[in-house]
Every structure is written in structure tokens, then in C-alpha cells.
């Protein structure tokens, strides 16, 4: 049975950094590329980064582009996101997810960015 | 890069069909799998229609999936409409590493 877990969110100040994990059950991170994905409160989903499967590839929206990192785990088959340089309008929650069709995702974990 | 823009919203009585548009502003939308996502309020999305048309196992065939070159965009179709369908409705698709999601469609039935 496939289940993705997040973790980590919280509140933090502007300027300020936090990482986010997703622990994977049911597969193995090798065999799948991975996503971030977000969604501001009452607003649609936006794209936010994904690692390759054999995690050599990593790809990021403009919007998170050299503030954000995505990284894995083989042996703790978990999915990271490390958040720097925080800003107000990244106040989401943050999903991870699964393979190119987005199959199966995380039930999510609230950052909140604010002063 | 592109962007992928669907109706605000949309209504309809039970047992009736709805189909969401999903316009992509630049490229082919026939150059990238479409697909899409339902997400019910305070829930993570599900996939309800992968590569164009195709259905995950559990997703009944009420829902179903195209595309048309012609307006360089996608459909989503739900037939027989029931009220656990209200949900909002996001379409998906890449090019060269970014992923998109549509601006999403509210499904009520009423």
C-alpha cells in the first residue's frame, strides 16, 4: 500500500528557512521521480519542484528558484524540501507526490510565512 | 512557459453531464499528456484521468478525458453527474521540466 507522509511545516518569520520531509511507504523512491507541489489558502495548485528517479535531475518553478531544494533519501526513502530565504507569499500547504502523472500524493503540511 | 486556463466554475442538477475545458496558451496540447485531478475541501487531489483519457483503477467511467488540437485543449467529462462529484477540478501538463497546473474548475451539483 503506497502512502506518502509530510512533515515539517510550521510558522517562521520572513527571511527565515525550514525543510520539509515526505517519507515514502510502498515503493522505492529509485523507481519514481518526485514533486512538491503547493497551494496558498483558498487558492489553485502551483508546481513547485521535482527530483528524477534516478536523482540526478532537479527541476524548480521561477517562483522558487535558488531559494528552494529538493533532495532525497534512498535510505530512508524520503523526500526533502528545504525552504530558504522565506517569503510571505509562500504561505501554503506543501504536498508531495508521486511519478509524471502526479499518481499519489501526501495528505500535505501547512507553512505558514508571517511576522 | 505556458499556462493552462480552465472556466472558474461550473453547475449542474444530478444526473445530468458537465465537461471543463482546459486551454494551453502556448505549444501543442497534444505534445504533452494531459491530466486530472479532483480535490475535494480539505483534501489532498486524486487523479481522475491520466494521459488524456486513460482511468486509474477505481475511477468510474462517468469520467472521461480528451483532447482537440483544433482549440489546442483539453476536456474533462463527467457524465451522470452525482453530489459526491462537487469537488474542484484541476488539469495538469509539462514542457521541457516545468510542470502546470490549470487554474482549476468548481463543480457544483445542484
Known amino acids: 500500500q503506497v502512502q506518502l507522509v509530510e512533515s515539517g511545516g510550521g510558522v517562521v518569520q520572513p527571511g527565515g528557512s525550514l525543510i520539509l520531509s515526505c517519507a515514502v511507504s510502498?515503493?522505492?523512491?529509485?523507481?519514481?521521480?518526485m514533486h512538491w507541489v503547493r497551494q496558498a489558502p483558498g487558492k489553485g495548485l502551483e508546481w513547485v519542484a521535482v527530483?528524477?528517479?534516478?536523482?540526478?535531475?532537479?527541476y524548480y518553478a521561477e517562483s522558487v528558484k535558488g531559494r528552494f531544494t529538493i533532495s532525497r533519501d534512498l535510505s530512508k526513502n524520503s523526500l526533502y524540501l528545504q525552504l530558504n530565504s522565506l517569503k510571505t507569499e509562500d504561505t501554503a500547504v506543501y504536498f508531495c507526490?508521486?511519478?509524471?502523472?502526479?499518481?499519489?500524493w501526501g495528505q500535505g503540511t501547512m507553512v505558514t510565512v508571517s511576522s | 512557459n505556458f499556462m493552462l486556463t480552465q472556466p472558474h466554475s461550473v453547475s449542474e442538477s444530478p444526473g445530468k453531464t458537465v465537461s471543463i475545458s482546459c486551454t494551453r496558451s502556448?505549444?501543442?496540447?497534444?505534445?504533452?499528456?494531459v491530466q486530472w485531478y479532483q480535490q475535494r475541501p480539505g483534501t489532498a487531489p486524486t487523479t481522475v484521468i491520466y494521459e488524456n483519457h486513460r482511468r486509474p483503477s477505481g475511477v468510474p467511467d462517468r469520467f472521461s478525458g480528451s483532447i482537440d488540437g483544433s482549440s489546442n485543449s483539453a476536456s474533462l467529462t463527467i457524465s451522470g453527474l452525482k453530489t459526491e462529484d462537487e469537488a474542484d477540478y484541476y488539469c495538469q501538463s509539462y514542457d521541457s521540466s516545468s510542470y502546470v497546473f490549470g487554474t482549476g474548475t468548481k463543480v457544483s451539483v445542484l
Open positions: 502556448s505549444g501543442s496540447v497534444a505534445g504533452n499528456y
Open positions: 527530483i528524477s528517479y534516478e536523482g540526478s535531475k532537479k
Open positions: 510502498g515503493f522505492s523512491l529509485s523507481t519514481y521521480g
Open positions: 507526490a508521486s511519478g509524471g502523472t502526479f499518481n499519489f
